[in-house]
């Protein structure tokens, strides 16, 4: 017969441990997880293990068959930012009756306590991964993340504070143990508070930025001498990159940044990565970061392509600029990533034949090309007379 693993969230352990995960448990001759998860429940006589790592479990069963029914235990829910999901695809064509059982969860537990409904948050995690908190927290009124201990508190902390964002951060501690508690503040307000081991928080916004983040008005930019792309030849170039939530993508020539901000804003789960060689231009795409409450760009000062040969594969990229690499720029794009969207501007006649060229020589697919002419209203009098921009090519094209 199949023997029986029961995959057990164990909420916050304890009293807060649901009552088909404690007959689970005690039906088991073998309880599985981390010495933590182990403390926090009645394994009985059961046999205990002190693991966690799915391999390592799966090894275990395979070398021990005469366990007949086992509970692996895991941190919280299931479902939620969990080991459970790994441990699944291993157990997966093993001689095992799979179950699970879920558990109450922090995000569940934390917004109990608070006295407020958890259906309109944004959920995420800090906990041994990176997360744009400041872009989430802009754009949706409550966020709620599972973060670590007291270091990770304080990161996220300096980083509203640093990015002037004005929210109220609830961070839960300890759960189920006797150090459990509610500390409520502003960012600056928590960075003198003591926290525990495991934390997570609620983050409120009572004024979220939930408009389009495409075609900001240039005038809102801070400029400097440094060029920028316009704000219509912009949001066209932008909406052709199709990007997801979670793009990395890079900004060759970046200019005053207005490009790798509105990206950013779009990939607020990814990462944008603004090549710049002019170091005054550099430092306004810094200064236009923090207005837009975009952390999710990373600077890097110098010519492309050999600033950007150590960044991590893009899945898209924009091209405002080449200083003449246009094909060794493109070259290094697609060694990184084969298959990457790529999007060029041109502003004069021998760049888009220079595009062009690079198509063709490169086997590039040629999805899209565009001129667009933009003219703009400006008052004279009681008239207004139209006033043309120069005219910028788009081309749109893929790696095959």
């Known amino acids: 017969m199949a023997r029986k693993v029961t995959v057990i969230g164990i909420g916050t352990g304890g009293d807060g441990l649901t009552v088909r995960a404690a007959k689970a448990i005690a039906a088991s001759d073998l309880v599985i997880g981390a ?29 021990n068959p005469g366990f007949s029914s086992v509970s692996v ?65 802009r754009c949706h009124s409550k966020v709620f993340t599972l973060l670590s201990a007291q270091d990770t508190v304080y990161a996220m ?60 008005p240039d005038e809102e930019f801070v400029r400097g001498d440094a060029p920028m792309t316009k704000s219509e030849v912009r949001a066209l170039s932008v909406a052709k990159l199709k990007l997801s939530d979670d793009s ?36 306004l795409i810094e200064v236009n970061k923090k207005k837009f409450k975009a952390p999710n760009i990373q600077v890097i000062r110098g010519l492309a392509p050999e600033a950007m040969r150590d960044l991590p ?44 060229d690079v198509v063709g020589d490169l086997g590039l697919a040629e999805e899209d090309v565009t001129c667009i002419n933009v003219s703009r209203a400006r008052k004279l009098g009681r008239y207004h007379l139209m006033t043309a921009q120069n005219p910028v090519y788009i081309a749109v094209v893929r790696g095959r």
């Not at 990206?263 to 710049?276: D, K, P, Q, W």
Request: charged share 20%; aromatic share 6%; net charge negative.
């Open 73 to 137: 235990l895991m941190s919280g829910d299931v479902g939620f930012y969990s080991g459970a999901k790994k441990l699944l695809e291993a157990l997966k064509g093993g001689d095992y009756e799979v179950a699970v059982e879920p558990g109450i969860s922090s995000l569940v537990y934390l917004s109990a306590m608070m006295g407020t409904s958890w259906q309109d948050a944004y959920l995420t995690s800090a906990h041994g991964r990176d997360a744009n908190l400041v872009g989430i927290s």
């Open 248 to 283: 990395v993508v890079y900004d060759i020539g970046a200019g005053t940044g207005s490009v790798s901000i509105e990206m950013a804003l779009v990939a607020y789960n990814g990462m944008v990565y603004s090549v710049e060689k002019e170091d005054a231009a550099a430092d």
């Open 313 to 356: 594969a893009p899945t898209h990229a924009f091209i405002g600029g080449s200083s003449g690499n246009l094909k060794e720029i493109v070259q290094c794009l697609l060694s990184k990533n084969p298959d990457i969207r790529i999007v060029i501007n041109s502003v004069t006649i021998e760049t888009m034949a220079e595009t062009m």
């Open 157 to 216: 902390c300096r980083q509203f504070a640093d990015y002037g964002m004005d929210v109220t951060i609830t961070v839960g501690q300890d759960f189920g143990l006797p150090t459990e508690r509610l500390t409520s503040g502003k960012p600056a307000e928590l960075l003198g508070k003591e926290f525990g081991d495991l934390c997570v928080a609620m983050i409120e916004n009572p004024h979220p930025d939930t408009s389009n983040p495409i075609g900001i």
């Open 35 to 63: 010495r933590r998860m182990l403390d926090s429940v009645d394994t009985g006589t059961a046999e205990t293990l002190e693991e966690y790592r799915s391999k390592e479990i799966v090894e275990h069963l395979d070398s």
